[in-house]
């Protein structure tokens, strides 16, 4: 690739400077004047009939204006499956469930109304283990589940069990796993559980609705998939697209908790509906976000691998039963994208997966930073150290002899290339002198150990975005996409791709707020795929400004385009660089006065995706790219009393390239920091279906005293289809971390922790199973 100016760059972010000094516009600052309160009522018991919903006494409430309830919006809504109804109809399967909404005056008068609407329920026997779900007999939480509508989606067909809790079962069939075992030396099987985990985003959900005179509908909401939000949004309400509008700001956080429609939005719409032209606003406050919105699947695998004496696999299998909660949401694709991930990147020839999405009564899981691997490797890679250890090999190196490398096989059938994983691996057990001799006891008496893991994992595939790049009369630029800005550094990074293409400052570009009235269709900014979708849209957009403004200059300066040369915010004969314009004197002179270039841009990766058999699983390109992580880590465990504490840690992942090094490094580190949550103390705790923990003063995320000392690595092993080689950085490093602890924590003290997560009484139990063992 030739010398860039601004890609591959590391620069300080575009937005920098308005966050810290509070001028940032997030969804929770927006206001109109005259706006009213909107609050919603939780149903407060995890699974029953509605008898009897009585909303009159809170109508008479000086300053309520709406009410609503679930026959107010008689439909349906789901990504995948329509399970989900706008408000509770005629039952509740989750304690948060929305089941009414009021609009009024101020605060306090909502908040009355509230607390006046009278719900009957006869309670129904409630299921809250994924596993008493599947068993023969449970309660169905939804006994009309094959009546649904489904959503016709490329390269997923749901396939509900009948007469069970069971929404969607993925399969993978490679080789032949049962022969495979006789040729086998060695054969281990275990079972592993991970937990709900929430998002903990700072910014919580929050919706302001208008219904104007019009006729169109425009919600104000903080959403990471904005033209998702519209689409369904407009399906349930049986609205034209085009009176549906949804504007998004500054997110301040998601890791896929705000990627789809949610009870706020609905809720928000019907109020603003039965008001014209009011604005009606919902915030939800950090109870809410615990108990009536998503969550990181909890997960039971049960894993099976078979390896040669020399290392060697010969066979794995893999099944996972993936706790859905009360509404299937995006649960079939993580069950199909993480489960076919769930054996690691290695070569196996032998495979089989069964990935099964089940309903139970508690709050819907979503969507999570990871979609689903950071469950499955868990499971994989804790397994590979044991399979290392009854060998009597080192863990590197039975990784070193299965990794995938360039033109290998993955156990869905794609030929692999660009694979980063193995330098991810070496490098990170380089980092923490993985192979160097280790002082085994601390100073305080604590053991030390050390751990890795790896692992793999695609994006959303097939999908497309769209988007446009506006050269201005003064050179400027506008980028006018549909990425959200949720933390993430997208804006700045498709600012660079901008800069680079048009050879402006970085400081000339700016990136418009999605609005889908204005900004083209994109599906999300979600699964690491913005800077990858989105950013070959703009290199594209740009490149088709900078071709216009060619041929406008060649028809100007009456030369022809091949001639000309773009640099520096002007348009040159090459070889003569006296003989040059700006770009606002090309567009004056062309246009006889003001006026703009406007470039387009289009990504659609469906022509190179290919279908997954529904049988096997099989396909040569199940997704546009894959990323790769690797995490290293050194631990202390106390042997008297379990304590764990984290001493060191080095975290790398797959680039592809680079586009902005500093991002990339932010990205890999507050994957790791959150990686650590999930692996050391974050768990939503249940009393059946009731939260017991939802706020943050008894739900523990990690905080600066918990971050070790850490290793960021980038590794740049290119993409040929991406912008410059990039490909997303946002999500892998997240993975690994809780199978590296647990192996570390192994090698301390000899105890394998198999549910997360690894707290001190757990291991302080396996130590004391294990001396009661010994005896």
């Known amino acids: 690739m030739a010398d860039t100016v601004v890609v591959g760059k590391s620069v300080v972010r575009t937005d920098a400077a308005a966050k810290v000094r509070g001028g940032a516009m997030y969804g929770v600052d927006v206001r109109f004047g005259g706006m009213l309160v909107g609050k919603t009522l939780r149903a407060g018991i995890p699974h029953a009939r509605i008898v009897n919903l009585e909303t009159s006494a809170a109508a008479k409430v000086p300053g309520v204006r709406a009410i609503v309830t679930g026959p107010d919006c008689s439909r349906r809504h789901g990504l995948f499956q329509k399970d989900q109804p706008a408000l509770a109809i005629d039952r509740v399967r989750y304690a948060g469930e929305v089941v009414a909404a009021v609009a009024a005056e101020d605060e306090e008068a909502a908040q009355e109304a509230i607390e006046r609407i009278a719900v009957d329920y006869e309670e129904l026997p409630g299921v809250f283990d994924v596993m008493e779900a599947v068993a023969p007999g449970a309660p169905l939480i939804h006994p009309d589940q094959m009546s649904y509508e489904r959503a016709q989606v490329t390269g997923l067909v749901l396939n509900p069990v009948p007469d069970s809790n069971i929404s969607y079962h993925f399969k993978l069939r490679r080789g032949d796993v049962e022969a495979a075992w006789s040729q086998c030396d060695l054969v281990v099987e275990d079972t592993f559980s991970t937990q709900f985990v929430q998002y903990a985003h700072l910014e919580p959900h929050v919706t302001i609705a208008l219904y104007d005179a019009t006729g169109v509908l425009t919600l104000w909401t903080s959403t990471m998939g904005p033209h998702t939000v519209r689409d369904m949004l407009a399906d349930l309400l049986q609205l034209p697209q085009q009176r549906v509008r949804v504007i998004t700001n500054m997110v301040g956080g998601g890791y896929g908790s705000k990627m789809y429609l949610r009870a706020i939005n609905p809720a928000a719409a019907l109020l603003a509906m039965k008001v014209p032209n009011r604005h009606v606003r919902i915030l939800f406050d950090r109870e809410d976000e615990f108990l009536s919105c998503a969550g990181r699947l909890p997960t039971r695998t049960t894993m099976k691998t078979g390896v040669k004496q020399d290392g060697t696999l010969v066979a794995r299998q893999s099944t996972i039963y993936w706790e859905k909660g009360a509404y299937a949401d995006i649960g079939a694709v993580i069950v199909r994208n993480a489960s076919y991930c769930s054996l690691g990147p290695y070569r196996i020839p032998n495979a089989r997966i069964d990935g099964y999405l089940v309903y139970t009564n508690r709050q819907p899981g979503g969507g999570f930073r ?5 469950q499955v490797s868990w499971a994989g890679e804790q397994q590979m150290d044991r399979v290392a250890r009854e060998l009597g090999m080192s863990p590197l190196a039975l990784r070193r002899r299965n990794i995938l490398g360039e033109d290998d096989v993955s156990v869905t059938g794609e030929r692999m290339h660009r694979v980063g994983v193995g330098e991810c691996l070496e490098r990170v057990a380089a980092a923490i002198g993985y192979e160097r001799p280790l002082e085994r006891t601390a100073p305080s008496g604590a053991r030390r150990g050390r751990g890795l893991a790896c692992i793999l994992k695609s994006t959303l595939t097939p999908t497309a975005s769209f988007g446009f790049v506006k050269l201005n009369n003064d050179g400027s630029v506008d980028v006018i996409t549909s990425a959200v800005e949720h933390g993430q550094g997208a804006h700045t990074v498709l600012a660079q791709i901008a800069a680079e293409e048009l050879s402006v400052p970085l400081d000339k570009v700016r990136c418009v707020m999605p609005d889908t009235s204005v900004t083209p269709f994109d599906r999300s900014s979600t699964s690491s795929r913005t800077t990858f979708h989105m950013g070959l849209v703009v290199k594209e957009a740009s490149a088709d400004v900078r071709r216009q403004l060619l041929d406008m200059a060649g028809a100007v300066i009456e030369v022809h385009p091949r001639d000309l040369e773009i640099r520096d915010g002007a348009v040159a004969v090459r070889g003569a660089p006296d003989r040059a314009l700006s770009y606002g004197q090309v567009i004056a002179r062309f246009y006889g006065g003001p006026g703009t270039v ?12 290919d279908t997954m058999n529904a049988e096997t699983g099989q396909s040569s390109r199940p997704s546009i790219f894959w990323m790769y992580a690797a995490i290293g880590i050194e631990a202390e465990v106390d042997p008297d009393t379990g304590q764990l504490t984290v001493g060191r840690m080095a975290s790398a992942a797959d680039a592809g390239k680079a586009i902005n090094p500093l991002a990339c490094v932010q990205q890999i580190d507050g994957s790791a920091i959150m990686g650590l949550g999930m692996a050391m103390m974050e768990e939503v705790a249940f009393d059946g279906g009731r939260t017991l923990n939802p706020t943050f003063l008894d739900y523990k995320i990690p905080t600066t005293v918990d971050v070790p000392d850490t290793d960021v690595i980038i590794v740049e092993s290119g993409h040929d289809e991406g912008p ?23 090698d301390a003290v000899g105890v394998q922790v198999k549910d997360l997560p690894i707290r001190a009484e757990k291991i302080y139990r396996a130590l004391r199973a294990k001396g009661e063992e010994r005896g």
């Open 370 to 374: 990871g979609l689903g691997i950071p």
């Open 724 to 746: 410059y080689g990039a490909k997303g950085i946002g999500e892998p490093a997240i993975a690994p971390v809780p199978a590296a602890l647990g192996n570390a924590v192994y």
């Open 598 to 609: 406007l470039g387009k841009g289009v990504v659609n990766t469906k022509p190179l995706y």
